[in-house]
């Protein structure tokens, strides 16, 4: 007890004493530092998601080229650093550490999986740092402090949008899941099955999978054809949905499919091609949309990679430039960055109109889109 | 559904089963776990994968391509990190963590090289399907089952019979004297490691044919399953292997459709948990005593 009460008072002191320190020279230092600002973007760079943290590099690292040679936000340019995060729990929290302490660091954008923002988000929150997740869509994940912001529907209102869709639009009735078994897909599965029951459906199966580890759904597609479901939704990444999809040809079986807005994603249709065409998908950006300022990411982000970004890059992108617009207004200042952040309204970014509520959740609208003759088409606006 | 449901099981046990006998062939040799395996397994696969999309080749050159290469990586890997550890004399267990090592660095070497999505295997030879009962059945299916058991009937005809396979045992039971009988060990230890990384390919190219998909990440969970196969069945025992693997995927499949997909690996590991401490030495294990 006693020792503790004395590690307790050092720790504290040595805290008051970095308070000290950086109270009376971070400052300074920075504007000394060539006028750069230092925004951290993290997520899976390695590791079997890698393919998500390489889109959020490859769009933050086009828009803060492009903003720099603009001359950067008030004269200061934008200097990124990609840190690599694995997807995991645990490393997400020695990341998080290492950014915290390196003074120089204003935002983060990160992390990926709603599993790695919720681990991180205590450091981050004790620090006052902004995290802004352009995808973690747990609904605990805002809630963990005020630092916390979010730029993707949470599945508390992803869930009904696809669950009234599936009941009211496609008039299924007996609907069957199969869910990744993380907090992202327990939320997302939650969400649209009490919707769907509170509109009427009738689930039929519910079955659940590791995500990178099940490769072989034979069974649980076995299983989910006898309780003959009409729908079957998938709350799923790209990857297993479609190993689900040609297992589910494979078997012989036909059934309509849906899925959430992590499906839109090129890859979905080379990897399982004809195997996903009809399954429909809600989204809020859609590379097709005439508007000018899709577009014009579109244009850039294919001169600059030679593909066309999905879901993860445009999210990031103006995961970014809200993050450099706020900027604008708060300087290189952690604590008034996130005020900054948080009074913005109706941004129009590539990914719709952007609001933070009360609670740093944003309200985006969704479409629904399906995939038709190998190209995702929309649906209903 | 249950006669569907054990279709599924023995099919994936069959995967299993394939990726098993060459761990088990390698450890019957070596007495080493060769945890490079499922990493070798997955390099075999996207070999052939390469060879068929980039290179346009026709499929049975990219397998048999694919074949010979993963056969020399496997050399490979024996003469960078195993043979200096068999110099110095260093302790078995040394070697194992070695093939952890080359496990990982396979895997990121693949990611780097072809990045981590997953990937789509074309069906290029889709003989179809036949139904029996209401129970379909479809030839790749038949293929993968049969390519089992005509491995597993070839490498024991081979260890048995041939030469090669007399020196194989002879460095079994004891290298040292194998030695002083002039039998050239590290030929045999480069013969077995190309066969057994040889065998992984071809089930890394069968697997990903039947599931479509490929991804850097296949080979950590397919040489768990294939090392606990190998040792349900009686590790060193290639019978035992094949009956290992079934087991595992029938049981696997089960559990997945009466009790839990959520729980499947737990059940299957616990299964084999509970038979090794029944029966130690594996299904068709035989209790050897140690040699001193």
Known sequence: ?381 | MILQQLINGLTLGSTYALTAVGYSMVFGILELVNFSHGSVYMVGAFLTLIFLTSLKLNFFVSFLLSIILTGLLGILIDKVSLYPLRRKNAPKVTALISTIGVSIFLQNLVMLVWGSETKNFPLVINPGAVELMGVKVSFLQMIIFSMCLVIMIGLNTMIQKTRIGKAMRATAQNAEAAKLMGIDINRVIMITFFIGSALASVAGTMVGMYYQTIDPYIGYMAGLKAFAAAVLGGIGVLPGAIIGGLLIGVIETLSAAYINSGYRDAIAFAVLVLMLVIKPSGLLGKQVSKKV
């Not at chain 1, 936000?73 to 302490?101: C, F, P």
């Not at chain 1, 990914?351 to 929309?378: A, H, S, W, Y």
């Open chain 1, 1 to 381: 007890m006693k020792k503790n009460k004395k590690m307790v008072l050092f720790v504290s002191l040595i805290l008051a004493f970095a308070l000290v320190v950086t109270g009376c020279t971070s400052k300074p230092a920075l504007e000394e530092a060539a006028g750069e600002i230092k925004i951290a973007v993290v997520g899976p760079m390695t590791g079997d998601s890698a393919q998500y943290g390489q889109a959020f590099k490859k769009a933050t690292e086009l828009l803060a080229k492009k903003v720099n040679e603009a001359g950067g936000v008030n004269g200061k340019k934008i200097k990124l650093e990609i840190v690599d995060d694995k997807n995991d729990a645990k490393e997400a929290t020695n990341v998080a550490q290492k950014l915290v302490s390196d003074q120089d660091v204003i935002g983060v954008i990160g992390h990926f999986s709603s599993t790695a923002s919720l681990a991180a988000s205590p450091i981050y929150q004790r620090a006052g740092l902004v995290e802004l997740s352009p995808t973690s869509s747990h609904p605990d994940f805002t809630s963990q402090g005020t630092f916390m912001f979010r730029n993707v529907n949470t599945q508390a209102i992803e869930g009904p949008i696809l669950a009234d869709f599936a009941v009211k639009d496609l008039q299924k009735k007996n609907i069957a899941v199969i869910y990744i078994n993380n907090d992202w897909g327990i939320t997302a599965k939650d969400n649209f099955v009490s919707a769907a029951e509170a509109l009427g459906a009738n689930i039929t199966a519910v079955e659940s999978f590791i995500g990178g580890q099940t490769k072989d759904f034979t069974p649980t597609i076995t299983k989910i054809k006898n309780t003959k479901p009409d729908l079957l939704f998938l709350a799923a990444m790209y990857s297993e949905t479609g190993m689900i999809a040609q297992q589910i040809k494979q078997l012989d079986y036909d059934i309509e499919l849906l899925g959430t807005s992590s499906l839109n994603n090129q890859q979905l249709i080379e990897l399982a091609g004809p195997a996903v065409e009809g399954l429909y998908l809600t989204n809020n950006y859609f590379p097709e949309d005439p508007s000018e300022n899709v577009q014009g990411f579109v244009q850039e982000f294919k001169e600059a990679y030679g593909t066309e970004p999905d879901q993860f890059a445009a999210v990031a992108y103006d995961s970014l430039d809200m993050m450099i617009s706020a900027l604008k207004v708060s300087g290189p200042d952690r604590a008034k960055l996130r005020d900054a952040l948080a009074e913005i309204k109706d941004y129009p970014g590539v990914t719709g109109k952007t609001t933070f509520n009360e609670n740093r959740d944003v309200l985006k609208d969704m479409i629904i889109m399906q995939i038709k003759d190998g190209k995702f088409t929309l649906f209903k606006k």
